[in-house]
């Protein structure tokens, strides 16, 4: 059996310098205050009809603004959506400080992250320091930085790091342009898709691209991982896409709106499959309770 990569030799946390991080893009202000991390109980599953909320598109006085150069290497980089992506900066107070992927969400509160759980709690380690930058690109911060004041994990990721649900959302602070889907939109999710159906998988990987841009893969979904058929839970999904460290928490997304997976883990010896949570019913439970 080949090992799961989960802090993705080739595909999870990014290691990054601590100037970078700590410097260049998480405010002073918001020092050493840990990031609350919030187990978000679902109820009982009932039967239920597939789950599809829609996006959500910027405020009307910042539709035009662009991220000049962020997104240069992702197809259709003019978009309002494409800016939905970011990266997702913090410490571990183990190992340091990475970088991670991420997506603005759709929710009431104007202010979720959707990522992978082990982007915020790896190993029983809680992540500081957690910020999201939205089309982020060599250095350039266009929309800002917003600051991550809390995280929300599925029980099954918390307790036993199940990777079926390797799924997080970050409640990120308004930034000095305003709440965080106002600013860039937010993406709209889905749940129980094909495993088959076609995705664009977004992320910000190490390797060559040193995590600096946005890079996207067009791919479709291989069914199911079958390493993972004993784990408690829907098996997760393969996609062919060779994105490396940093792309953890990237989403996945079909119809070119619907988030419905994020990178959650690679296999050493299998560097051009990624894979994802399926987003089956318990994760759609836990994205409708997101605040």
Not at 52 to 76: E, F, T
Not at 146 to 155: C, D, G, I, Y
Not at 159 to 177: G, T, W
Not at 207 to 230: F, I, K, N, P
């Amino acid at each position: 059996m080949a090992p799961m990569n989960r802090a993705m030799g080739p595909l999870a946390r990014a290691v990054l310098p601590l100037w970078l991080t700590l410097v260049l893009l998480v405010p002073a202000s918001s020092a050493a205050a840990p990031v609350v991390v919030h187990e978000l109980k679902v109820p009982p599953l009932a039967r239920q009809r597939p789950l599809r909320v829609p996006g959500r598109v910027p405020a009307a006085h910042l539709r035009h603004a662009r991220a000049s150069a962020s997104s240069a290497r992702v197809l259709n980089s003019s978009e309002d959506g494409t800016r939905t992506n970011g990266k997702i900066i913090g410490v571990d107070p183990v190992t340091g400080p990475y970088s991670c992927s991420g997506t603005a969400l759709n929710t009431p509160g104007h202010s979720i992250v959707l990522t992978a759980g082990h982007c915020v709690l790896e190993k029983g380690s809680e992540s500081r320091r957690v910020a999201f930058v939205p089309a982020y690109d060599h250095g350039e911060r266009p929309f800002g930085t917003f600051v991550a004041e809390s995280v929300f994990v599925m029980p099954q990721w918390r307790r036993n790091e199940n990777p079926d649900f390797d799924v997080a959302a970050l409640r990120v602070k308004p930034n000095r342009f305003g709440k965080l889907t106002d600013v860039v939109g937010g993406r709209g999710y889905a749940t129980s898709k094909s495993r088959l159906t076609a995705f664009q998988i977004f992320g910000y990987p190490a390797a060559e691209a040193g995590g600096e841009e946005l890079r996207s893969c067009r791919a479709h979904g291989l069914g199911r991982d079958v390493l993972t058929y004993h784990f408690a839970g829907p098996p997760t999904m393969p996609a062919s896409c060779d994105m490396a460290a940093g792309a953890s928490g990237g989403a996945w997304l079909f119809d070119r709106e619907f988030v419905s997976g994020v990178t959650s883990y690679s296999y050493q010896g299998r560097p051009t499959q990624l894979f994802s949570p399926y987003f089956g019913p318990e994760v759609g439970n836990f994205l409708r309770q997101l605040p």
